[in-house]
């Protein structure tokens, strides 16, 4: 029988550690749980939060809805050939899962160690890091209806995704509930140390002939020198998108700023760094108030201790107009607002 649990802090189910409240609280362990939710009307017609791990959000106030907290677990894998089949439960924590490949040897995300959050959350978000995004390993994910209780297979190609974007933060926003996911990885690895500081810090080691475990260990130390810890230092990783700007509208802004941060965006754009423009502005290191960002990466935003989700919001709002001014580029926020 489901426990629905009523006025349940949130501090410890977000990273950001904000002492928010839900009005009702549940946690699913098995997909059986989700159709015997649902057949209580009144779950249908409530507004409803479906946490992983809370690593991707900011809680600007109390949610008055049902929260649901995805725990379904479980990692199966089939080898055919070169081809590894690994499907997760939504529940997995995403490193965990990165681990257990990793150490199998099997090739495809290990550029993605160490983000944080679940395995359900990751096509949502389309999450991403040194020059590899989910889409590039993603082969399905198993996904409940809400609104009929049964339970669709979703290709690479229905869930749309785009930069940090995928149908599910858009028109399916709120319909479905991701159950699993299945990934098609390789025992051959193209290994990617193309991006960010991964090249030199395998040189740094004297690896010149890097393996997966390599890729992954790097990416990991790169992460902890640059992110703060979430279990000391409420965070969400990465606050704001890296910028996408035409070729033309990039051309324009090198010639103010012929320092400008840039990687190739696909598609006739440029993608910018984030973080660089928001240092630039001088922001990083900052404090005011309960938040600011990391002295590390001023792309994160953190809670120093106390910070309210308002606050928050309003110090990335801050931020937005005074990279604005300065290089007329609007950051969009890539953590999900729940207000």
Not at 31 to 51: H, K, M, N, T, Y
Not at 224 to 237: E, H, M, Q, Y
Request: charged share 20%; with cysteine.
């Amino acid at each position: 029988m489901l426990q629905i649990q009523e006025k349940v802090s949130l501090k410890n189910f977000n990273t950001f550690g904000i002492d928010a409240y839900a009005r009702y609280f549940v946690e699913i362990a098995h997909e059986s749980e989700l159709v015997e939710l649902f057949a209580d009307p009144q779950w249908q017609q409530i507004e409803r939060l479906v946490l992983g791990g809370g690593s991707n959000l900011l809680l600007v106030s109390n949610f008055e809805g049902l929260v649901i907290r995805m725990n379904i677990r479980g990692i199966e894998h089939r080898i055919s050939h070169n081809d590894v089949f690994v499907e997760a439960g939504g529940g997995e924590v995403w490193n965990d899962l990165v681990k257990f490949c990793v150490a199998r040897e099997y090739a495809g995300i290990e550029n993605l160690s160490l983000i944080p959050g679940s395995v359900g959350a990751s096509p949502i978000q389309n999450i991403g890091a040194y020059g590899v995004e989910l889409k590039d390993a993603f082969l399905s994910c198993r996904a409940f209806e809400i609104a009929t209780s049964t339970f669709k297979t979703f290709t690479k190609a229905d869930c749309k995704f785009g930069y940090r974007e995928s149908v599910f933060k858009n028109e399916l926003r709120g319909l479905y509930i991701i159950v699993s996911v299945k990934f098609q990885l390789s025992l051959t690895p193209d290994i990617n140390t193309q991006y960010g500081a991964i090249g030199q810090e395998l040189a740094n080691r004297g690896i010149t002939m890097p393996t997966i475990k390599d890729v992954s260990d790097v990416v990991s130390h790169i992460r902890v020198s640059k992110l703060p810890d979430p279990s000391t230092i409420g965070n969400a990783g990465s606050f704001f998108k890296n910028p996408l700007i035409s070729v033309e509208e990039f051309g324009v802004l090198q010639a103010k700023f012929p320092d400008v941060v840039n990687y190739p965006g696909g598609d006739g754009l440029v993608k910018l760094a984030a973080g660089w423009l928001i240092e630039q502005c001088g922001w990083k290191g900052k404090v005011v108030g309960n938040t600011g960002t990391w002295k590390n990466q001023a792309l994160v935003l953190v809670n120093n201790g106390g910070a309210t989700g308002a606050e928050v919001y309003s110090f990335s709002s801050q931020i937005i107009d005074s990279v604005y001014t300065k290089f007329g580029v609007m950051l969009q926020r890539e953590v999900n607002i729940i207000s």
